[in-house]
């Protein structure tokens, strides 16, 4: 053990030393200033330690490499100076790490968004898992800790422009753009970074890096002059496309829901219809591995299937697979599996009380035009009629017998898919009693 604290471990083997980033009580990983505090000394340690000739960046939580920057850290800088010295200590730590003597490797497996990227460009090479879980990108449209300089040094103007989309790209994406060295899926990882390390340790030598990061001040200043750094939900597909999922599980809980653990979303869920968010999210469910079971057409969701194999978070074989996950039921055969179960516009609710279960939530889609309240349903606490509107938001209409937590699970539920929902408990007359 070179290095060990409550967030960072720093071990070496044979020469290879791994640093391992796992914030407690997260379901990602996320940066605020002591957590970098606690990166800076690791770095200094590593810096001491001549016997790591190479050194591996990874995550040891299986949700992702790292998020950026935690709503905490964001909200204790109010003041511009404040955001700029925070920018350029944060400048500092990642240059330290870019000017180790030992090779840098980052091990991208899940979310590499914002300060994130910007810790796996201050690395020397880039590995990642093509997943659909893996996203790389600026979703906050700006960069801190030097990540725009060397992102720009690596595929010249069009980091300017990657970073001002706020879009979100694909490990393969990423490699096709120049700035991640090996892109595999996940039966692959382990053998593709022994072999990226086997050809490193066999050479370890550092790659060219410029003389002088030119940028950074320039960097700092419009970071410092942001008004509003509260983190959005990003937007994770190209421009009018919906995207894939940033966070699949797990999930954080929102208040009442529990102790702090996670919600994962059920392995089945259901859609009774057609409705192009709801094929959009159980699309996105089938991906990481669930099942669905659609009574309608399946056209739209394996449409989105189809839209993660080209954009390559997937593999043909993955695609294939997925699509065997997705089962046809006319007669509603295996909704009793389901612990989620959309019903789009048109459809009445209660075909499925004799089917599905009682602790199965079922989410009755409205559109703006049609407020007319579903048949009598049995299971009315488990009921919750939804709306999708503008992009990224989505409205909760709880019945009088809707059970809180109904309401705060499908929140979280679908946050992760980008959705931020909004509760309008003035619509609960919309919802049947029970019976």
Known sequence: MVFDSPNIRVTVEYGTGTLSLGFPDEPVNAFDLARLRELDTAIR????????????????????????????ALASLPHPTQRANFAWYGQQVFNRLAKLDAVTVAMIDGPCLGVGLELALACDHRVCVARPTTHLGFPERLACFGGSVRLRDLIDHRADALIASGETLSGREAQALGFVDVACCERRAKIELRTFLDRLETRPAKPRSPA????????????????????????????????????????PLGEGLGRGSSLPLPETIALLGDDPNAARIVAEAVLRGGSAVVCGNRAPVFS??????????????????????????????????????????????????????????????????????????????RLLRIGFGDPGRVALYPGVNTAVETTETVAAWLKP???????????????????
């Open 304 to 381: 989105h299937l189809e839209t993660a194999l080209t954009r390559g978070f997937i593999t043909p074989l993955e695609a294939e697979q997925a699509r065997l996950r997705v089962r046809a039921s006319d007669s509603l055969d295996g909704f009793d599996r389901a612990g989620l179960v959309f019903v789009a516009s048109g459809h009445d609710p209660f075909r499925l009380a004799a089917v599905v279960r009682p602790r199965t939530i079922v989410c009755v889609i409205s559109q703006s035009s049609n407020r007319s309240s579903p048949a009598p349903f049995p299971h009315a606490r």
């Open 417 to 435: 898919f980008g959705f931020g929902a909004v509760v309008l408990p003035v619509a609960a007359r919309l919802l049947p009693r029970a019976a």
């Open 45 to 72: 340690v590593i810096a001491a330690t001549r016997t790591i000739r190479v050194l591996v960046l990874r995550s040891a939580k299986p949700a992702g490499f790292c998020a950026g920057l935690r709503p905490e």
């Open 212 to 251: 002088e990061l030119v940028g950074l001040a320039a960097e700092r200043a419009a970071f410092a002059e942001q008004k509003n750094l509260t983190p959005q939900t990003p937007s994770l597909g190209r421009k009018g496309e919906p995207g894939i999922a940033l966070v699949l599980a797990p999930l």
